[in-house]
């Protein structure tokens, strides 16, 4: 059973730190590409960070972000625990969202999995 069990949101203040897990289960973790998504009231969800998988190899792993968070945020991945983190740091109210972990795999990109979601509210 695939599972992305996701954890970390709460309320955080401007320029305060918020970190994000999502615990992987069900399916080869190594395999795949892994993601973090946002969504905002009224707004299309958006790709905020991703982070490549290891090909079994338990290291590496090719990161990039939106240019919204780029230098905020730091995506991870934890081979041994299945876990993908995103570190956000210095977190402003255009960060409100709710976040999901997504999975996909490195060959077939229609496999795809997602989380229930976290939802981070910054605010004063």
């Known amino acids: 059973q695939v599972q992305l069990v996701e954890s970390g949101g709460g309320l955080v203040q401007p320029g305060g730190s918020l970190r994000l897990s999502c615990v992987a289960s069900g399916f080869t973790f190594s395999r795949y590409r892994m993601s973090w998504y946002r969504q905002a009231p009224g707004k299309e969800r958006e790709l905020v960070a991703t982070i490549t998988g290891t090909g079994g190899t338990g290291i590496g792993g090719t990161t990039s972000y939106a240019d919204s968070v780029k230098d905020r945020f730091t995506i991870s991945r934890d081979s041994a625990l299945s876990t993908v983190s995103l570190q956000m740091n210095n977190l402003k109210p255009e960060d409100t969202a709710v976040y999901y972990c997504?999975?996909?795999?490195?060959?077939?990109?229609?496999?795809?999995?997602w989380g229930q979601g976290t939802r981070v509210t910054v605010s004063s």
């Open positions: 997504n999975a996909r795999h490195m060959i077939i990109a229609t496999t795809d999995f």
